[in-house]
């Protein structure tokens, strides 16, 4: 018999399948949805704050240029712009553009319409425990890795 934790790797692989919520609602104009990266890159500057290249590669544990490349579509995209540093450091920030703020918005709405179709039939104290088993799952995850996102 498999234990707790072979199942939860069994479902782990299978939620890794159906990660991509669009496929579940699409109402949303063809071109309208963020590439994922995009969508967890602008809400980890959205959750944060500015945020500079040398940040964003901590936080992400992603080479610099590799951010290079991601943020300077995104600004072409007018989704982020590049400021001073609001706390007078010398590296320029990047923040979310209001397109930026208006997409990552639409994002994360079209985000809970997929969940609340796939959960319609769920409890609200069943969605509740479930969300904080998921929080208790990620925390544990960057507690290894040394790298928490930021929570209200």
Do not use: C
Not at 21 to 26: C, Y
Not at 123 to 152: K, V
């Amino acid at each position: 018999m498999a234990s707790p934790t072979h199942e939860v790797a069994l479902e782990f692989l299978v939620f890794a399948r159906h990660r991509d919520l669009n496929q579940v609602d699409d109402r949303r104009p063809e071109g309208s949805q963020l590439e994922r990266g995009a969508y967890i890159l602008l809400s980890r500057v959205e959750a944060q704050g500015p945020m500079s290249i040398g940040q964003l590669s901590d936080a992400f544990g992603l080479d610099v240029s590799t951010l290079n490349r991601q943020t300077a579509a995104l600004k072409s995209a007018g989704l982020l712009e590049r400021i001073p540093d609001p706390d007078g450091g010398i590296a320029r920030k990047f923040r979310l553009t209001e397109e930026g703020r208006r997409r990552l918005d639409s994002e994360r709405e079209a985000h809970v319409r997929a969940l609340n179709l796939v959960m319609a039939d769920w409890p609200d104290e069943d969605i509740a425990g479930f969300a904080e088993y998921l929080r208790r799952f990620n925390t544990g995850i960057e507690r290894l890795d040394g790298r928490p996102w930021p929570r209200s």
